[in-house]
């Protein structure tokens, strides 16, 4: 075991940003991904973890914080340095004698940018830069706070798409904190779903999946003729432009596709929709509290 949290409780003055009422455990090598909307609790449990605030409860663990590298949203950097010396000050080492970091500057495709100075980068080769430093130090726990927060969807992409093929074959422990749930589609093997600074599911991505929204998920377009087409069948929560089916198993899966096929409906399946699956986790939540 890496990490156990226990009865954790953050305040700010008389508001509850944090309560985790019972046991999560982080395993060494998982993909953690936390997910929820804002003042859900995600950054508050970043911060507890490294101890930059207060709280009641326990955190156990035998990491040192050497053994802890963190990306947090924010980053500055003094813009009149060139971004080469930036690297080099902060990891104290030299880019031609250092093998590794010439490898990660290059599987970033980041060589253009060294001469550059950071005022000079785009969003995307800052947030690259950042990821460069934090990857350098290879800890045993690494905590990625909204990576891509204020890229556009292809920049996104591309830079998750990276990570994943970093990590794909590393023993760290990631936890990626994030409001885009496409990100944590590709990078996560479990999530942590907060809402108001509570846990409303936590457990493997395939798992949650299955409790919450059946063995497969197919998702059409909300309209009046979507809507009178899937009457009959078991309709989940959803965005409310899409309809979102929930299949028991393979038989039923095959029978609504053959209807949308007839009729010439355009759906989209998953086995995974870590959006649906949060929205029905947050609604079964809420109505169990209601029914207590």
Known sequence: MLL??????????????????????FERGERIGVIGSNGAG????????????????RIETDLTPDEMAVHMQFNQ??????????????????IKENKKLREMISFFEFEPCLKKKINALSGGQKQKLTVLMVMMQDAKLTVYDEVTSGLDFETRQKLMEKLAEWYRKKESTLLVVSHYY????QLADKILLLDEG???????????????CGS????????????????????????????????????????????????????KRSSSDIEIMSINAKEKYYEKKEAV
């Not at 950054?43 to 490294?50: E, N």
């Not at 003094?78 to 080099?88: F, G, R, W």
């Open 4 to 25: 156990t949290i226990r009865n954790l409780t953050v305040d700010y003055g008389k508001q509850t940003a944090l309560m985790i009422d019972r046991p999560i455990s």
């Open 182 to 185: 496409e990100e944590l589609e």
């Open 77 to 94: 950097y003094a813009v009149t340095m060139p971004v080469k010396v930036i690297l080099e000050t902060i990891l104290n080492t030299s």
């Open 42 to 57: 995600k950054s508050t449990l970043v911060k507890a973890l490294l101890g930059l605030v207060d709280y009641k409860g």
């Open 216 to 267: 497969s998920v197919l998702i059409l377009e909300n309209n009046e003729k979507n809507r009178d087409l899937t009457r009959d069948f078991s309709v989940l929560h959803s965005p409310q432009h899409l309809i979102a089916l929930s299949c028991r198993n393979e038989e039923e899966e095959l029978k609504i596709i053959s209807l949308f096929i007839r009729h010439n409906v355009s759906f």
């Open 198 to 212: 509570k846990v409303i599911a936590y457990g493997p991505k395939e798992e949650l999946f299955t409790t919450y």
